[in-house]
Every structure is written in C-alpha cells, then in structure tokens.
C-alpha cells in the first residue's frame, strides 16, 4: 500500500510543478485546472502515509512533507476564490434599475439538443443580455422566438463550436464580430445603451481550449489582447464567455494585472461552471471581468440544461464612483 501512497504524491508534485513552466504547450497547461483536485489527493496521501508508511519513518516524512508543500502551494493558488480572501469587487447596496444590467452566459454544447431546457432558464432568469457560445444553424432556429423580447442582436452561428450568440433588450451600438487570431474563432465586441442612456463597452470571446495538438499561445494571446484594448480604452467595459481557462492560472493572473479589471468570483467562491458530467472535474470556466466603473449587484450559477457547462448569470450597477467603495 505504500508504493500507492509514494505513487499518489508523485502525482500531485508533477501535477504541481507543471504549471509553473513557462510553456504554451497543453500538455502542461492542462494542469492549471485540476488544482482543486490535486490538493485533495495531497491530502489523501499526506492520511494514508500516517496510516501505511509509517514502518519506514524516512519514507513517511518525506511523502508528509511533499503532501503538505502540495497542499500549502495549491491552497496558495486558490485561496483568491474562496470566502478567506478579502472581496475586491464592492457589491451594491441599492441598485439603480436605469443603470443596471443583468448578463446570462452560457455554453450551449453545439450537438446539445435540450432547447426548451434552455429557453426555460432564460425566460426565468429574465436576463436584459445573454451571450451563447457554439450555437449553430439549429440552435439560432430554435431561439427565434427570443427575438421579439431581444430585439437587438449579433449572431455567428458555426459548426466547429466556435459560433457566438448575443441577445440584448438593450441598444448595441456599433456591434462587430472579430477574428483576433484565427479566422474560425470569432469574438463579438460592441457598446451597450443602458436605460440611463449610459453606454458601456462589451467583449464576448471563447477562446480555443488546451488540447492534444495543439498550445495555448492563441487562447493566451485573444485574452491579453482584449485585456489591453480595455486598458488603453479607458472606458467602462464587461468582459464575458467560456474563456477555456481558470482564474488561478497564470495568464488570467496577467490578463488581471494588465487589464486592471475585477473578477466578481474573488472572496465569494469558485462558481464552477464545468463539468456538469464529471463532478469531481469541475472548474470555473466560463467568467465575467468588469473595469472598475461598476458594482455587483448579484452572481449565480443556473441549472443545467443538457450541455457540459452550467450557465452563469451575473447582475451589475454601472456606478462610476464604483473604486471609492473598494
């Protein structure tokens, strides 16, 4: 039994000390996710070295104390997502309905034929925008009948799970669909009016995933390249979608640093938005970043709907003396 307990923590210091290289490569990006699980194999190992390892002292010690080095670096990388750590993005106290804004995304799972489930939740959460990511032909048919109540859209059905869907009761002005870094993987950017008449700026991506084949340098690259327009625009911006990658990883830390923008998850929880099939492997995937200009008025994940991804709706305030609140 203690070949397994050595065997597990060798597991979880590869698994740990992958992510730190600086690598596009996804076969070590991939670990940037499973933090979250590393840990508590950590701490499986760390109880079953006391239990089954304990007749080699030397042995034991060491498998303890790279156990618990796991354990501290992991916790280390996730704590910002936890109820322990201070809330950076301040919350509102009484909303202003005329400059508020309600945002519902989701990843539809493009061969996912569960419409009404979807329509069900939408109509529901009564959101004033929603952003779909790998909607096709078929998923733009079966929400047509949204389009009276969301008279304002921008959509980009495809069929490689890149297609993107806004909805918005509110006025887009100058809507665009971009293609950043790969002419299959589009990206929807334009203003939105609020009821105020206040006008804020919206990103819409979906990055491609770390997969075998393939690095993470053009997912990396979109994100850091919308995260430095925001910063030079110097405007009040949201930015949503499946981003393909977790808040604790090294290029959303970046992304963060570069951009300057809040992450509403930060002292109130994970969120976690996939996998809905494999509830050990779940993780924050799909996000919302704000600049600075807004308060949060509420964050919620949704029910699922036959996709992998739960959907996730958030409430904001635009409230340009937002910072001072912080």
């Known amino acids: 039994m203690c070949y397994i307990v050595v065997f597990l923590v060798l597991v979880s210091v590869v698994a740990t000390v992958l992510p730190i290289i600086p690598s596009y490569k996804w076969w070590i990006r991939i670990f940037d996710f499973p933090r979250t699980q590393v840990t508590i ?86 959101p004033d925008v929603f952003l779909l990511n790998e909607v096709n032909e078929k998923w733009m048919e079966a929400l047509q009948e949204l389009d009276p109540s969301f008279p304002h859209t921008i959509k980009y059905p495809l069929d490689n799970t890149y297609g993107m869907a806004m909805y918005s009761k509110f006025k887009l002005i100058d809507p665009k669909i971009n293609f950043l870094v790969d002419n299959s993987i589009p990206s929807i950017h334009t203003k939105i009016e609020l009821p105020s008449g206040k006008v804020i700026n919206f990103h819409g991506l979906h990055p491609e995933p770390p997969k075998p084949g393939s690095s993470t340098y053009e997912r990396d690259t979109e994100l850091l390249i919308v995260g430095k327009k925001i910063k030079e625009e110097n405007e009040p911006s949201i930015l949503a979608g499946d981003l393909n990658d977790v808040a604790w990883s090294a290029t959303s830390e970046l992304f963060q640093k ?52 739960f959907p996730i709706i958030i409430k904001l305030e635009f409230y340009p003396d937002a910072n001072s609140k912080n």
């Not at 104390?65 to 997502?81: E, H, L, N, P």
């Not at 034929?113 to 009564?126: F, H, P, R, W």
């Not at 300057?260 to 996998?275: A, Q, S, V």
Request: with cysteine; proline share 7%; net charge positive.
């Open 41 to 126: 194999i950590a701490v499986v190992s760390l109880l079953l070295a006391l239990i089954f390892c304990n007749e080699n002292p030397i042995l034991m010690y060491v498998l303890i104390a790279f156990s618990i080095g796991v354990i501290c670096y992991q916790s280390i990388k996730m704590i910002r997502y936890t109820p322990f750590y201070p809330i950076r993005s301040p919350r509102s106290n009484l909303p202003n309905p005329a400059n508020s804004i309600s945002i519902f995304l989701a990843n539809v799972k493009m061969d996912n034929d569960n419409y009404q489930e979807l329509l069900g939740i939408l109509k529901s959460s009564d």
């Open 258 to 309: 570069r951009s300057g923008l809040w992450d509403p998850r930060e002292g109130r929880g994970f969120f976690n938005t996939y996998n809905v099939f494999v509830p050990f492997f779940r993780y924050p995937l799909d996000h919302f970043f704000y600049t600075k200009d807004f308060l949060l008025i509420s964050l919620n994940k949704l029910a699922k709907f036959g996709s992998d991804h």
